[in-house]
């Protein structure tokens, strides 16, 4: 079966540079979320989507942002690296309530280090 | 969103049975209960979803009292496979559905 993809799978970045995170769901997904886990952490919630317009809006620092375009393909975009942001970033999809469940497909994370 | 706790962490052996006790004393009436497994580097993996009494699947159980403050997730003859960190989350389907907060998870070691 389908899952959701991500891309990069890792990714090496310098401080203050920029960075593009890419999150393919499952097909016929219309929702992406996106979290952030940092060694040792709990995975936090940044930002949703639904239909290509933000759902929800967690601890996302304004330095990042985030779309979802017409292919219902995610991005996430972080400027001005910090070594804080070095993380394990996760995304998933979920088809609208239609299951009427909770239940996210979770991708296999994109691992960002910032040195 | 209701707030959970759960224990930190748990250990047991090869063939028991565990159960997984979480918290959730301000749980509203539209909140569903949701348990999610992680593994080390690997995104979290939805286990089970209930709202009230008992639901199982081919994985685990979980079990709802009647006052839904608390919940508890069974998992039958763990394996060593099974050591990952679970989580309890509790949240509105319909309108809180976009936003999934995971708390401090409970982290389950199986030993051989």
């Known amino acids: 079966a389908a899952g959701v993809i991500q891309s990069p799978r890792h990714l090496i970045k310098e401080k203050r540079e920029t960075a593009t995170l890419k999150c393919y769901p499952i097909?016929?997904?219309?929702?992406v979320y996106w979290y952030q886990q940092g060694p040792g952490q709990d995975p936090q919630f940044l930002i949703s989507?639904?239909?290509?317009?933000?759902?929800d809006k967690g601890s996302i620092p304004d330095r990042f942002s985030a779309q979802q375009f017409s292919d219902y393909h995610s991005e996430l975009n972080m400027s001005s690296l910090e070594l804080g942001d070095s993380a394990l970033y996760f995304c998933?999809?979920?088809?609208?309530?239609?299951?009427?469940?909770?239940?996210?497909?979770f991708g296999p994370g994109t691992r960002l280090t910032v040195t | 969103l209701a707030k959970t706790t759960q224990p930190i962490s748990m250990d047991s052996y090869e063939g028991q049975e565990v159960n997984i006790t979480c918290s959730h004393n301000?749980?509203?009436?539209?909140?569903?209960i949701t348990w999610y497994q992680q593994f080390p580097s690997q995104g979290p993996r939805f286990i089970i979803q209930g709202y009230k009494t008992k639901v199982t699947n081919e994985v685990a159980s979980l079990f709802i009292p009647a006052d839904r403050k608390s919940s508890t997730l069974s998992l039958p003859r763990v394996s060593l496979s099974d050591t990952a960190v679970y989580y309890c989350?509790?949240?509105?389907?319909?309108?809180?559905?976009?936003?999934?907060?995971f708390g401090a998870g409970t982290r389950l070691f199986v030993k051989a």
């Open positions: 998933a999809s979920s088809p609208y309530r239609a299951e009427q469940s909770y239940e996210q497909y």
């Open positions: 989350l509790v949240g509105d389907i319909e309108t809180g559905g976009f936003k999934t907060i």
């Open positions: 301000n749980i509203a009436t539209n909140d569903y």
């Open positions: 989507f639904y239909e290509k317009m933000q759902s």
């Open positions: 097909p016929r997904h219309d929702t």
